[in-house]
């Protein structure tokens, strides 16, 4: 049986913000799931790339407070194979709830999406101190290779070391990965918008890793 190869994990600097888009995209690409979520990124694919790259920029750079992007690459490659990005929370419900004003290329439905993950969040963590996955992308030729599971063990080694519980919100597809890793689901899902695709079944899972 072939091993699978063994991939270093770090942190992102400036110069991995393109790189990291690209992994975005092309996992969004390949999950119907998530172009449910952003249904007019079609209609503007450079606009759409732009927008993350803009964002990973403020990110890396520090402009989203307690926010961070990881990389998973190969020994003798600095190309990106995988990204994680995750938020170090205090407090879940320190900020009262505020309505979702506008989702970047999507609409009413994707609006009250992303407000409902928001109180999904808060149901669960409250005030505990806790990291926040936000993302895990793969890049499509790269799944199944350990990249993933990299991530996860480095921030789960983050959080072990003070403490914290994970919390996130895994997309259909994703969850065995995720229970492989020392996730549980919280008792919680939310059904994913239909959008033009009128498939009404996918839905996310709230789920928690306990500190070790």
């Not at 490659?77 to 995988?82: E, F, G, N």
Request: with cysteine; charged share 20%; glycine share 6%.
């Amino acid at each position: 049986m072939t091993s699978k190869p063994a991939y270093i994990v770090r942190a992102a600097v400036l110069a991995d913000a393109a790189a990291i888009a690209h992994v975005q995209i092309e996992s969004f690409n390949a999950a119907l799931c998530n172009q449910r979520l952003r249904p007019f990124a079609a209609q503007d694919p450079d606009g759409f790339l732009a927008w993350h790259n803009k964002r990973n920029e403020s990110i890396i750079s520090g402009g989203e407070g307690s926010m961070f992007w990881l990389v998973a690459h190969l020994p003798d490659s600095q190309d990106i194979a995988a990204v994680a990005r995750y938020e170090r929370v205090d407090d879940a419900c320190a900020v009262p709830l505020e309505p979702v004003t506008d989702v970047p290329f999507g609409g009413p439905e994707q609006i009250q999406f992303f407000e409902e993950l928001d109180r999904m969040h808060r149901q669960f963590m409250r005030s505990r101190p806790h990291y926040c996955l936000h993302i895990l992308a793969t890049l499509p030729a790269r799944q199944g290779q350990g990249a993933a599971s990299a991530l996860l063990r480095h921030v789960s080694d983050i959080a072990d070391a003070q403490g914290r519980p994970i919390y996130l919100e895994a997309a259909p597809g994703s969850l065995p990965v995720y229970l492989k890793n020392g996730f549980t689901p919280a008792g919680a899902v939310l059904r994913i918008p239909a959008g033009t695709t009128g498939i009404q079944d996918s839905v996310v899972t709230a789920m928690i890793r306990e500190t070790a």
